[in-house]
C-alpha cells in the first residue's frame, strides 16, 4: 500500500497544518516497511492495525507531494520520499490543480491512499481510484465564511464525495455533521503533542526568561494565539488584565504572542491606551519551538479564544506544568478535561478573578499543575498516527 501526503495548503510549515505533517511523519513507526508489490494481504475478515501490518509484512511506504520549495521542509530524517509538481505559488492556482490534474498526478505516482491535511483549504471534488483522507483540523463552518460560495461548495462536494473524514475533536466533527456532511465516515482522532519539546522544566529560578529575541521579565502570564478576530478574546483578555492589577497590586505582566492579523491594530489600541500599557507585551510571531521555555516560565497560560476546535496550545502549556485558565467554549473543555480553571470570556471579571486565585492559592495551583501533567501525557503523536493508520489499513483491506 502507498500513501500520498498532500502538502498543498499548509502554509511551508508555518501553521498548524504544516506542523500536523512534520509530526505525523516524524512519528511513523521506525519499522514501517517499504511498498513493493508482491505485499502479503491481510485476512479481509478481520480489523487489521499496524501492529498487523508489520507482523505480517505488509508493504507500507508513505510519500509526501507537493511543490518543489517545500521538498525539505517537512524532513523529519525519516526515509520518506517527496515527489514535486510544478505550480504557481498561490491557493488560486493550487485549487485548480487539485480540480483539474490531482487525479492523474495520483495514478501516474500509484497512491492507493491520499492524506488531505489542508481539506479545508485544497481537496479535489472526486477521488477516482484511491482511498481519500480528510483531515478538518478547525472549525470548518468558520472557515468557510469568507471563503466565494462556489469554493465553499467544492469544498463540501469534495467533503461528502471523499471515503474518510478525520476531525480533531468531537466539537469538530459535530460542525461537519451540521454542514451536512455523511456522520459513519466522520471519525475523531484527536492530535497529539511534542513531549520532547513540552515538558515541565523544574530548573527555571531565574528571575528572566530569555526567549530571543526577547528576555522578559517573570511573573508573567502568556496568551499564544494570533491576532486574527474578536472570538480570540485579545481586548476582553486586556481589560481582564486590568483589573487584576486594580484588584492585586501585583508585579505580573500579560504576554500576548502571535502573528498579526485583520484584528491586530485594534487589539494594538487597546493594548497602548490601556493605564497597564508597560506591563503589557505583543510580542509578535513567535516560533513554535520556543513556546515550550515561554510556556515554562509563566505564572499560567491563559486562552480566552471561544472558536477553537483543537486547542492543542493549552495541552502544550499544561505538559510544560504550568496552570491553564481558558473559555469554556469551542472544543476546549474536551481537549482540556478537569484540568484547567474554566471562565466565561465575556465576563472580564471572572476571568481577573481566576486570574487572582491561580496565583494567590498555593493548594488550588499545585493541584492544577499536576493534573495538568497528567492529563497533557495522554495526547502523543505516536498514538495520533497509530490510530490514523488503522483506519486507512482497515478502510483499504
Keep these: 500500500m502507498k500513501i500520498g501526503i498532500d502538502t498543498f495548503g499548509c502554509d511551508h510549515g508555518k501553521s498548524g497544518l504544516g506542523s500536523y505533517i512534520s509530526y505525523f511523519v516524524s512519528n511513523l513507526p521506525s519499522d514501517l516497511v517499504q511498498f513493493n508489490k508482491e505485499a502479503t494481504t491481510i485476512n479481509a475478515d478481520t480489523e487489521p492495525t499496524v501492529e498487523d501490518a508489520l507482523d505480517k509484512k505488509l508493504k507500507i511506504k508513505v510519500e509526501l507531494f507537493g511543490i518543489e520549495e517545500d521538498r525539505y521542509v517537512y524532513n523529519s530524517g525519516q526515509a520518506i520520499n517527496y515527489t514535486s509538481t510544478p505550480m504557481i505559488e498561490n491557493l488560486k492556482a493550487e485549487r485548480l490543480w487539485h480540480n483539474t490534474k490531482i487525479t492523474k498526478f495520483i495514478k501516474k505516482n500509484n497512491y492507493d491512499v491520499v492524506i488531505y491535511p489542508a481539506a479545508s483549504r485544497v481537496l479535489p471534488v472526486k477521488f477516482k481510484n484511491h482511498l481519500g ?5 478547525s472549525i470548518l463552518s468558520n472557515d468557510l465564511e469568507n471563503e466565494s460560495s462556489s469554493f465553499r461548495k467544492k469544498i463540501l462536494k469534495g ?7 478525520i476531525a480533531s475533536s468531537n466539537f469538530v466533527r459535530n460542525d461537519l455533521i451540521k454542514l451536512g456532511l455523511e456522520e459513519k465516515k466522520i471519525k475523531v482522532i484527536h492530535s497529539g503533542i511534542d513531549h520532547k519539546l513540552f515538558y515541565q522544566r523544574l530548573d527555571l529560578d531565574s528571575d528572566i526568561v530569555d526567549v530571543k529575541p526577547f528576555a522578559i521579565k517573570r511573573p508573567y502570564f502568556v496568551y499564544g494565539s494570533s491576532l486574527s478576530s474578536p472570538e480570540k478574546k485579545h481586548i476582553e ?4 488584565f486590568e483589573r487584576f492589577k486594580k484588584n492585586t497590586g501585583l508585579p505580573h505582566r500579560l504576554v500576548l504572542a502571535g502573528n498579526d492579523g485583520p484584528y491586530a491594530e485594534e487589539i494594538h489600541k487597546v493594548a497602548f491606551n490601556s493605564e497597564y500599557a508597560s506591563d503589557i507585551f505583543l510580542i509578535g510571531f513567535f516560533p513554535h519551538e520556543s513556546f515550550a521555555k515561554l510556556y515554562a516560565g509563566a505564572e499560567a497560560c491563559l486562552f480566552p479564544s471561544v472558536n477553537e476546535g483543537v486547542g492543542l496550545p493549552i495541552l502544550e502549556a499544561m505538559a510544560c506544568g504550568i496552570p491553564v485558565l481558558c473559555s469554556d467554549k469551542g472544543a476546549l473543555k474536551e481537549i482540556g478535561g478537569n484540568a484547567p480553571i474554566y471562565f466565561d470570556s465575556d465576563n472580564p471579571d471572572q476571568i481577573a478573578s ?6 494567590e ?4 495551583r499545585d493541584s492544577c499543575i499536576s493534573d495538568s501533567v497528567i492529563w497533557a501525557n495522554e495526547f502523543n503523536w505516536e498514538t495520533t498516527v497509530r490510530q490514523t493508520l488503522n483506519l486507512i489499513i482497515n478502510a483499504h483491506k
Design 361 to 364: 492559592d498555593k493548594d488550588m
Design 354 to 359: 481566576c486570574m487572582q486565585k491561580i496565583v
Design 133 to 137: 483522507v480528510a483531515i478538518i483540523n
Design 159 to 165: 467533503l461528502k464525495n471523499i471515503q474518510i473524514i
Design 237 to 240: 483578555l486586556i481589560h481582564a
